[in-house]
């Protein structure tokens, strides 16, 4: 059903804020249901003045006096968190009374925010919602459809702080792009691990794993010797014979292996079992 007083093109939208309950995650006949009952006393005297407009989710009429409601609206996950629940069925062609100008009502699109906005901001993702709503028609109309706030043809502070975000309204019925960037970001893909690096293996050195294999010999030596001293098998003089010749030799290769750490240490490792030697040759001769 069309009232008949549409004046086309359809070229404005008109915001407004309902001073109301914020009706968060309201369903769509709650919010029709409230605009109709509210509008029915406001403008269509209980009533006595029919609409012509058809509720949207009822098979009666409507008194709403707006097209669409724009609430909070979470519960289907949409990507805004909010919703355009339509007012009156075939918005475009229909007229209804929200601008307090009869001429702007016949070409526009009103829609009534829920809530107060005296002193609040509308969260831009709302605003991107109503513009990617309505780029359409901006795009048939070839850039003359135009943003308007109640307050632009009445003596209203209607849509409160609303009116300062106009302009950010149609940027991004211009700029989708740039806004979907900044309110939708592409989640950062997780970085790929890098493979951690397998230590490379350190060159072997032939003194070290020379010096390494004698000093094993010589642990193994204290421990020979523990057994030979107490089994009184070997004399004194073998011993030191035998460890001093060890001395000699480590001290040789000490000298032939020059400055690398990693050799001098070897080298003092070889000199700490030697001590570990003299310790049990001197326990033997304190016997
Ligand atoms: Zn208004």
């Not at 359809?10 to 769509?28: E, I, K, Y």
């Not at 307050?151 to 209203?156: E, G, I, L, R, S």
Request: aromatic share 8%; proline share 7%; glycine share 4%.
């Amino acid at each position: 059903m069309a009232d008949g007083h549409r004046k086309y093109p359809v070229n404005r939208t008109v915001m407004h804020h309902a001073v109301s309950d914020d009706m968060v995650n309201w369903a769509d006949i709650k919010v029709q249901d409230w605009f109709s009952v509210v509008g029915k006393s406001r403008g269509y005297k209980n009533g006595a003045l029919r609409s012509y407009h058809n509720h949207p989710s009822r098979s009666v009429e409507t008194y709403a006096m707006a097209h669409f409601c724009l609430h909070r609206y979470t519960k289907d996950k949409n990507k805004y968190g909010w919703r355009l629940t339509p007012l009156i069925k075939d918005v475009w062609n229909n007229v209804t009374w929200h601008a307090s100008n009869w001429p702007i009502n016949q070409q526009s699109i009103g829609i009534e925010t829920a809530g107060n906005y005296v002193n609040k901001r509308l969260d831009e993702k709302a605003l991107m919602l109503v513009a990617d709503t309505f780029r359409f028609k901006d795009k048939q109309l070839k850039g003359k459809f135009w943003i308007n706030g109640h307050k632009d043809f009445a003596a209203t502070a209607c849509p409160g702080q609303i009116y300062g975000q106009l302009p950010i309204l149609i940027d991004m019925i211009n700029n989708p792009t740039k806004w979907n960037k900044k309110l939708f970001p592409a989640p950062k893909p997780k970085p790929t691990p890098k493979p951690t690096p397998k230590p490379k293996p350190t060159p072997a050195n032939p003194l070290i794993e020379k010096l390494t294999k004698e000093n094993e010999d010589l642990k193994k030596k204290i421990v020979e010797m523990d057994v030979e001293i107490s089994g009184d098998n070997k004399t004194i003089e073998a011993l030191k014979i035998r460890i001093s010749a060890l001395e000699k030799k480590l001290k040789q290769q000490g000298e032939n292996a020059g400055i690398p750490k990693d050799t001098t240490d070897k080298i003092n490792e070889s000199h700490s079992i030697l001590k570990k030697i003299w310790d049990v040759f001197k326990r033997m001769l304190n016997k």
